[in-house]
């Protein structure tokens, strides 16, 4: 049996090596942590201590049905442990990279992900076999030299190798620098500064006297990743080409503005609080520094993958083991302001003497909704129902087949309402320390300030029976928005309707830089937003075409367009009387209907928007768990 021990050790060190290998890959763009080989090879080592007792049967059970000579017994000891220790993982690779998003049974039955499986099976079967064989030959020191080579390869980490060629253009000396500050799922409704009477960001309140507020702001998209792309590259979702189920989209056509400015002579950095903003998706093109390390890197290995969705599978056998829509603690797919902002603070203030770009992303106001205990006190209401700050998916909600949220009354709706303002009560307190270090670091180099406060969309709570942000209601996609400018301007309410792809060609002007073509946004800085601009949300980021959305907002009107048939259902709402959106009047109004449907038709075509059902190919294999951990892909 201490040749099962010695395949085990060896083999935990070879997948290990390879396993951390293949992640560091991934990490090209990142600082290397210094503790993915010995992170992977503890959660290697784990799975060899729990597959040691299947092991030990097999090789017991297969000794007895045929005569083992100690050189067969080696062999099938190795044989035994890469089959039973790296056949697992190797399927689940085939497996995974043909499922799509919120994968059900039938997708997992299906022949493209059962072939892969059944091929990754196969390969361990004959790589298990042949390593068996070598080992019968040669004896041990085939296991010494796997381990070996695991350790050597494991030492070779790839996580930062990845360097921007230098840039030897200076920037002007009065470049300001430049801000983009995302706080990610927050509704314009829920800010003071919007009409919220409540508080819950006063300090954003107190700012905003030397900005300029625009009061009717949308997203362009409902989903985090979409959204960011179009505030970066000034280009609406359907140009730019990502969705909820194709993580990444085209640099060469529509690049971020932060290959702009740092080939104009800033150092750009980004800091994210979410796994849906990975560098890897594209969203970090242009970044010198991308960081977005918001759990361990192992998270990224092929082992802990398949341990992910063991733990995803196993809780949704027993909701008792869900974690509240978590299926573990160890892996949160999110981090704090506060870590966020400290190291974004921490990169302002490195002593470079170049203007810099920053964009920085919170998500703690997204769900699940989980304040402080102190901003709790302030704006959670006596409450004693079964709800909680994990909504839907916690685990004490009494799922039923009726549909989501019907059994909630008013005092449930509130509840989570308060939970989730006081969350962005606590937000606003951390965001004016570190904006009060910007402005100081700002002052000593002799630089202003251009900015833009955000968000990629809103949230619903039960308004016209919707929850999330899976949808277009104004709740959903009005958004803040908040202009810094370099020159003085402040303390103005602009009215007309603005998108976040005006926020690209803003901070272009900002910088004294002409905008690309390509982008369709306006430059803030110098043009005021006519009434009757048109301005789209495009909600591409469903499972399939047939559930995308496309609203179009002209003066006080707005008109869903549902799927992209040339007959697909249409509604038309009246914001002033009916603010939220959600009572139609097209058949009263067939001529706006008409106006706003050509208005779409003829802006979409001035970039070639894609479309159809043809712009669903692809899949989100590989950020799946992401995804669903944070609410995506459905419950």
Same mark, same amino acid.
């Given at each position: 049996?201490?040749?099962?021990?010695?395949?085990?050790?060896?083999?935990?060190?070879?997948?290990?090596?390879?396993?951390?290998?293949?992640?560091?890959?991934?990490?090209?763009?990142?600082?290397?942590?210094?503790?993915?080989?010995?992170?992977?090879?503890?959660?290697?080592?784990?799975?060899?201590?729990?597959?040691?007792?299947?092991?030990?049967?097999?090789?017991?059970?297969?000794?007895?049905?045929?005569?083992?000579?100690?050189?067969?017994?080696?062999?099938?000891?190795?044989?035994?442990?890469?089959?039973?220790?790296?056949?697992?993982?190797?399927?689940?690779?085939?497996?995974?990279?043909? /499922?799509? @998003? =919120?994968?059900?049974?039938?997708?997992?039955?299906?022949?493209?992900?059962? +072939?892969? $499986? #059944? *091929? !990754? &099976?196969?390969?361990?079967?004959?790589?298990? /076999?042949? @390593? =068996?064989?070598?080992?019968?030959?040669?004896?041990?020191?085939?296991?010494? +030299?796997? $381990? #070996? *080579? !695991? &350790?050597?390869?494991?030492?070779?980490?790839?996580?930062?190798?990845?360097?921007?060629d230098p840039v030897e253009v200076k920037a002007a000396a009065d470049a300001p620098n430049l801000l983009l500050m995302v706080w990610d799922t927050t509704r314009a409704e829920s800010l003071d500064v919007y009409g919220n009477e409540r508080g819950t960001a006063p300090l954003l309140t107190s700012r905003a006297k030397d900005m300029v507020v625009f009061e009717e702001a949308r997203s362009t998209a409902i989903f985090t990743l979409t959204s960011h792309l179009s505030m970066l590259t000034g280009t609406y979702p359907t140009h730019h080409g990502a969705r909820l189920t194709k993580q990444s989209y085209n640099m060469v056509e529509t690049p971020s503005i932060a290959r702009a400015l740092r080939a104009a002579g800033y150092r750009t950095g980004a800091f994210v609080g979410t796994a849906v903003?990975?560098?890897?998706?594209?969203?970090?093109?242009?970044?010198?520094?991308?960081?977005?390390?918001?759990?361990?890197?192992?998270?990224?290995?092929?082992?802990?993958?398949?341990?992910?969705?063991?733990?995803?599978?196993?809780?949704?056998?027993?909701?008792?083991?869900?974690?509240?829509?978590?299926?573990?603690?160890?892996?949160?797919?999110?981090?704090?302001?506060?870590?966020?902002?400290?190291?974004?603070?921490?990169?302002?203030?490195?002593?470079?003497?170049?203007?810099?770009?920053?964009?920085?992303?919170?998500?703690?106001?997204?769900?699940?909704?989980?304040?402080?205990?102190?901003?709790?006190?302030?704006?959670?209401?006596?409450?004693?129902?079964?709800?909680?700050?994990?909504?839907?998916?916690?685990?004490?909600?009494?799922?039923?087949?009726?549909?989501?949220?019907?059994?909630?009354?008013?005092?449930?709706?509130?509840?989570?309402?308060?939970?989730?303002?006081?969350?962005?009560?606590?937000?606003?307190?951390?965001?004016?320390?570190?904006?009060?270090?910007?402005?100081?670091?700002?002052?000593?180099?002799?630089?202003?300030?251009?900015?833009?406060?955000?968000?990629?969309?809103?949230?619903?709570?039960?308004?016209?029976?919707v929850f999330g942000h899976n949808d277009v209601l104004e709740v959903q996609v009005r958004v803040p928005f908040l202009m810094q400018a370099p020159d003085g301007r402040a303390g103005e309410r602009v009215s007309g309707k603005v998108s976040s792809v005006d926020i690209a060609p803003t901070l272009l002007s900002f910088a004294g830089l002409e905008r690309p073509g390509w982008m369709v946004g306006l430059d803030l800085a110098t043009t005021k937003p006519s009434a009757t601009r048109v301005v789209l949300v495009e909600d591409r980021d469903h499972l399939g075409a047939e559930y995308s959305q496309h609203a179009v907002y002209r003066g006080k009107w707005k008109l869903l367009v549902h799927g992209f048939a040339a007959d697909g259902a249409v509604e038309l709402f009246d914001l002033d009387s009916d603010p939220l959106g959600l009572e139609d009047v097209s058949a009263s109004s067939p001529e706006v209907v008409a106006e706003l449907s050509a208005a779409l038709t003829d802006l979409r075509a001035s970039w070639g928007a894609d479309g159809g059902e043809k712009a669903w190919a692809g899949g989100a294999a590989g950020i799946a768990d992401h995804l669903e951990a944070l609410g995506y892909g459905g419950d």
């Open positions: 049996m201490k040749c099962v021990t010695l395949a085990l050790a060896c083999l935990s060190l070879f997948f290990a090596g390879t396993d951390a290998l293949t992640t560091s890959f991934a990490f090209s763009y990142r600082d290397a942590s210094g503790w993915l080989f010995f992170s992977t090879w503890v959660v290697w080592a784990s799975v060899a201590v729990v597959a040691t007792l299947p092991i030990y049967a097999a090789w017991i059970v297969l000794g007895r049905l045929r005569p083992r000579s100690e050189a067969r017994g080696r062999g099938d000891a190795v044989a035994l442990s890469f089959l039973v220790l790296g056949a697992p993982v190797i399927s689940h690779i085939g497996l995974n990279a043909f /499922l799509p @998003l =919120g994968a059900g049974m039938g997708d997992l039955l299906s022949p493209l992900p059962l +072939l892969a $499986g #059944a *091929a !990754g &099976l196969l390969l361990s079967i004959v790589t298990a /076999l042949a @390593l =068996g064989h070598m080992t019968k030959l040669k004896g041990p020191r085939v296991l010494w +030299l796997l $381990g #070996a *080579a !695991g &350790l050597a390869l494991g030492m070779c980490d790839f996580s930062g190798a990845y360097e921007e903003l990975n560098g890897d998706t594209g969203v970090g093109d242009g970044f010198e520094t991308f960081d977005d390390r918001v759990d361990p890197d192992v998270c990224k290995s092929r082992v802990w993958g398949l341990i992910h969705d063991v733990q995803s599978f196993l809780a949704q056998l027993s909701p008792g083991l869900a974690g509240n829509g978590r299926p573990h603690w160890f892996q949160t797919f999110d981090r704090p302001a506060d870590d966020v902002l400290a190291r974004a603070l921490e990169w302002i203030e490195e002593g470079d003497s170049r203007p810099w770009f920053c964009m920085i992303n919170m998500y703690d106001v997204h769900w699940p909704y989980l304040p402080s205990t102190e901003a709790a006190e302030r704006f959670v209401r006596p409450y004693d129902g079964a709800i909680d700050g994990y909504l839907f998916r916690s685990n004490a909600y009494q799922r039923t087949e009726d549909v989501r949220g019907e059994s909630l009354d008013e005092e449930d709706l509130q509840y989570v309402v308060d939970l989730y303002e006081a969350e962005i009560f606590e937000l606003d307190g951390k965001v004016d320390e570190f904006w009060a270090r910007v402005n100081a670091s700002g002052a000593a180099a002799g630089r202003k300030l251009g900015a833009v406060v955000t968000a990629d969309h809103g949230e619903a709570f039960g308004e016209g029976a």
